[in-house]
């Protein structure tokens, strides 16, 4: 029970296989407790579970770190609520996917439905990334207020731009994330019933679109004056955001080319196919840059909270009403709840799919492993 025989890529379905990854497989039949058991067993998705696992603890203590900042709310203040439904989606992210490496050989049904949901927690994260950047990399005085028409012709055409920005940022910015993260999922969750020969390309690109769509913020920032003051000389210039937050983002970027080249090329394990099949392999690397990116992005949010901190006033002018409605439970996790909903029908629906087409396969498999075993 405790040590069942790890399987070559020929002793095990086809559709447990990885492209160059010939030995260390689980047969598709295990329990529960046996998957768990296998976290610490040499198997080719015990370096997957680690990678994504352990990270969430990393993260945690340096999330945690900015309640502790001075003249910080406490860590229920709504002024938080978009940090808590950032963190919700990626805690739920390395969790399910550690969770998906760990328990997909209890059967070829589950490892399905364990892959969705990863899908489906990559795309949440998308949005709770957007939350996060709505509320805190754009605050109200980051967006010019229109009130009088610039002189010139390159002054008015700036002008324009920002209200079109405006109009798109305060009405459609959050929807659109919302919309692109269910088309993400239902994509990513095709390429496990067709397009398999470029499923790595596909879900690889696929996420280019939500990348886009919830960094048009930070793009706006970086080709825009800061909208802080100039530092006091009693206050450090590192607690601004101007050039901190573009070396984070750059970095967040880097992390994440490097991830989807790992994803799509199969470096190392297709220069040297058996060598890496424990340790070392393509997808153990594409987690660790994946969660690098993360950390960066964290860091960079964290950067624009302790700016807004300093200045209070760019969250909510005592005079002026804000240009950006201020967090509340409804258009923070009340967002993230819908979402959820709307996945988990997709998710469903693709489990029943995954369901009729593999149960069948399942119980014979399931006779054909056990008598297999029996007669060794």
Known sequence: MW?????????????????????GYRFPDYSLLQCLVSAFRPTNETGNFWTHFLPIFLFTFHFVEMFEWEGAPTPGD????????????????????SMAHLLNSMSL?????????????????TVGSSLAYYYYIHPQAGIPKIAVWAQNASGLQTEISALLFRAFFENLYIPCS??????????????????RKYRY???????????FISSTPVFYRLLSPSPYPVP????????????????????HCFWLVVSAVFNISKIPERLSPGKFDIWGHSHQWFHC?????????????????????LHPSLVL??????????????STYGVMMVLQGCIASVIAGFGWSAYQMYAPQQKLLKEHFHTNCHSQ
């Open 3 to 23: 040590s069942l025989p790890l399987l070559r890529h020929t002793d095990v379905p086809q559709r447990v296989t990885e492209n160059f990854i010939l030995s």
């Open 78 to 97: 709504p002024f938080f609520y978009p940090a808590w439904t950032y963190f919700i989606g990626v805690f739920y992210l390395l969790l399910a996917s």
């Open 109 to 125: 049904i589950i490892r399905e439905i364990c892959f969705f949901v990863d899908y489906g927690t990559i795309s949440a994260y």
């Open 178 to 195: 919302c919309l692109i993260a269910i088309v993400c999922v239902i994509t990513c969750c095709n390429t496990r019933q067709r397009w």
């Open 201 to 211: 390309a596909v879900r690889t690109l696929v996420f280019l679109l939500p990348f």
């Open 232 to 251: 006091s000389s009693s206050v450090s210039s590192s607690s601004y955001p101007s050039s901190t937050m573009a070396a984070f983002f750059f970095r």
């Open 289 to 309: 840059c994946t969660f690098l990116s993360i950390l960066d992005e964290l860091h960079m949010i964290k950067v624009e909270i302790r700016a807004l901190l």
């Open 317 to 330: 002018a005592p005079v002026v009403a804000p240009q950006l409605p201020g967090a509340t439970a409804c």
